[in-house]
T-cell receptor, first 112, second 113 residues
């Protein structure tokens, strides 16, 4: 969806390095969800952010919500092969007719 | 709980045939969502149900697509007749509330020849 842009589209990172994925909305952001998908599998919920400035962490993954910038960032510290996959953001944005709008995904490859 | 269950996992059919995809949501979840995922269009919401009632089917591409939820533990997505452009991975997801975490099934990979 062009209403929700994810960057980068793909990312190759050396194992052990940090990385950041961004999700930017063109409209007012009310809530944002991060999911991870492995090839051939369904989406696995990572985190939900609902308040401006909110930050959540799960193991080595941290996500923040910047309401002013209408953006969320997902940061992985000391990346591991298990982090490889496709990361998708889904958002509740203005004028979305009560639907979650989804980003196109960021494909993350971890080089050993 | 076993999570959201979808069947079949893979379906290969010929153009013009009827295809039925099945989903069993997590018990106690009031919302059920059907999504389609393709390389070109990403993840798209097709339809969602609340307490077995279809709420928004604006994402259903054409009249060839129909979805039902006869009870709280079962939903179907039917394509009749199927076309090659329907080839995609179809996901079912369920959640306790609309803005809660959605639990996704493993998906059905549909190939229409």
């Amino acid at each position: 969806s062009q209403e929700l842009e994810q960057s980068p589209q793909s990312l190759i990172v050396q194992e052990g390095k940090n990385l950041t994925i961004n999700c930017t909305s063109s409209k007012t952001l009310y809530g944002l969800y991060w999911y991870k998908q492995k090839y051939g599998e369904g989406l696995i919920f990572l985190m939900m952010l609902q308040k401006g400035g909110e930050e959540k962490s799960h193991e080595k993954i941290t996500a923040k919500l910047d309401e002013k910038k209408q953006q969320s960032s997902l940061h992985i510290t000391a990346s591991q092969p298990s982090h490889a996959g496709i990361y998708l953001c889904g958002a509740d944005i203005a004028d979305s007719n009560y639907q979650l709008i989804w980003g196109a995904g960021t494909k993350l490859i971890i080089k050993p | 709980d076993a999570g959201v269950i979808q069947s079949p996992r893979h379906e290969v059919t010929e153009m013009g045939q009827e295809v039925t995809l099945r989903c069993k949501p997590i018990s106690g979840h009031d919302y059920l969502f059907w999504y389609r995922q393709t390389m070109m269009r990403g993840l798209e919401l097709l339809i969602y149900f609340n307490n077995n009632v279809p709420i928004d089917d604006s994402g259903m591409p054409e009249d060839r697509f129909s979805a039902k939820m006869p009870n709280a533990s079962f939903s179907t997505l039917k394509i009749q007749p199927s076309e090659p452009r329907d080839s995609a991975v179809y996901f079912c997801a369920s959640s306790f509330e609309f803005y809660n975490e959605q639990f996704f099934g493993p998906g059905t990979r549909l190939t229409v020849l």
